[in-house]
């Protein structure tokens, strides 16, 4: 069972949020992480992004994915309208970042990304979202915007006991790097991605 390990305010470049670490025991160097914008209203649906780690992307500014700019774009929307962005300990999708970077390689050989994964004998997408729907009931959160494009993460709150009132879409502009990417997100994880530019959530 999860529990709140340790919570502190820190200011960041969209402003200042409350994070939040989650992990069974104190010991975890990789506890689930929510952060909390502080005009957050818990009496209304609260905007949520639920975030998949990708060191490549967020940390490394990496053009094959969106990953990095998502989570700005998610920051600044939450930070100006209330929120909380769950961050989940899913690198790769969950095959951790040793894995992923095989799967790159694969995909510079041609692979796509799930063909990639089949070839290394791991699922395509191997993420679940229960840490994510029990962060949310820590936080005391029960009707939920979710910012996502991705149909599972919208079916997994569905079936939870938090209410869905709406999606909000977090599309970013695609670059020559990661258009075929996203391609394989749309027809392969129908992901709800339009053809035309970016919608951002603002
Ligand atoms: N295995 C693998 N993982 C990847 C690859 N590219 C990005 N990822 C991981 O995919 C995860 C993000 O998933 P996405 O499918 O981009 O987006 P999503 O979270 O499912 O959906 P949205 O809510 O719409 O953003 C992160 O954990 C990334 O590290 C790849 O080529 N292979
Ligand atoms: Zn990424």
Known sequence: MLKI???????????????????????????QMAIVAKNTDFSKPVNV?????????EV???????CGQQLDAAMKFIYENGGIIVYL?????????????????LQEQGLDTVEANLQLGLPADDRNFSSAIEILNILNVKEV????NNPEKIK?????????????????DSTKESA??????KDYFGHLLDDEDTINPS
């Not at 390990?5 to 820190?10: G, P, W």
């Not at 969209?14 to 010991?27: C, L, N, P, S």
């Not at 075929?180 to 997100?185: A, H, M």
Request: glycine share 4%; net charge positive.
């Open 49 to 57: 992004r639920f975030h998949s780690e990708c060191i490549t992307g």
């Open 60 to 66: 490394f500014h990496s053009r094959k994915c969106e």
């Open 180 to 185: 075929s990417y996203l391609k394989v997100k």
């Open 89 to 105: 300990r899913q690198e790769g999708r969950n095959i951790g970042i040793i894995n992923k970077l095989r799967a790159y390689a």
């Open 5 to 31: 390990q340790a919570e502190s305010n820190v200011p960041t470049a969209y402003g200042e949020f409350r994070m939040i670490a989650f992990a069974e025991v104190e010991t975890d160097w990789m506890p």
């Open 145 to 148: 915007n979710l910012l996502t």
């Open 156 to 172: 997994m709150v569905e079936e939870s006991n938090i209410k869905l009132n709406k999606r909000i879409p977090l599309q970013m």
